[in-house]
C-alpha cells in the first residue's frame, strides 16, 4: 500500500535545529494531507503541524514561530529550530490521499525519536 519512511532525528542541546524528512512512497494517486505529530513518553500523540495540497498549514501553538512545515512532491520536511526540551519526543509522519480503483488512504510512519537535551 503506502510507505512512509522517516529520517532526521536525532540528540541535539537546547537552542539546536534539526530537520525531519519523510517519503511516501506506493500505489499513490494524490496525496491531500501531510503533516508531523509527536508523542512524549506518558502522553498522548499531538498534532505539530500538517500541509494540504493548497500548501495551507497548522501548527501547534507550542511550535509556532520555531518549526516550518514543507512538502515536496510526496516529502514532507519539518524543520525544527530554537529547541526545546520539551520538544523531546517520537515524531511522526502521517499522510492521507487516494489510490488507484477509488481508495483512501491514511498512513503513519514508524517514527523517529527527537531529544533535546545538554
Known amino acids: 500500500q503506502v510507505q512512509l519512511v522517516e529520517s532526521g532525528g536525532g540528540l541535539v542541546q537546547p537552542g539546536g535545529s534539526l530537520r525531519l524528512s519523510c517519503a511516501a512512497s506506493?500505489?499513490?494517486?494524490?496525496?491531500?494531507?501531510m503533516g508531523w505529530y509527536r508523542q512524549a513518553a506518558g502522553k498522548e500523540r499531538e498534532l505539530v503541524a500538517t500541509?494540504?495540497?493548497?500548501?495551507s498549514t497548522n501548527y501547534a501553538d507550542s511550535v509556532k514561530g520555531r518549526f516550518t512545515i514543507s512538502r515536496d512532491r510526496n516529502t514532507v520536511y519539518l524543520q525544527m529550530n530554537s529547541l526545546k526540551p520539551e520538544d523531546t519526543a517520537v515524531y511522526y509522519c502521517n499522510a492521507g490521499g487516494n489510490l488507484r480503483f477509488s481508495k483512501s488512504f491514511d498512513s503513519w510512519g514508524q517514527g523517529t525519536q527527537v531529544t533535546v537535551s545538554s
Open positions: 506506493g500505489n499513490i494517486v494524490s496525496i491531500n494531507t
Open positions: 500541509m494540504s495540497t493548497s500548501s
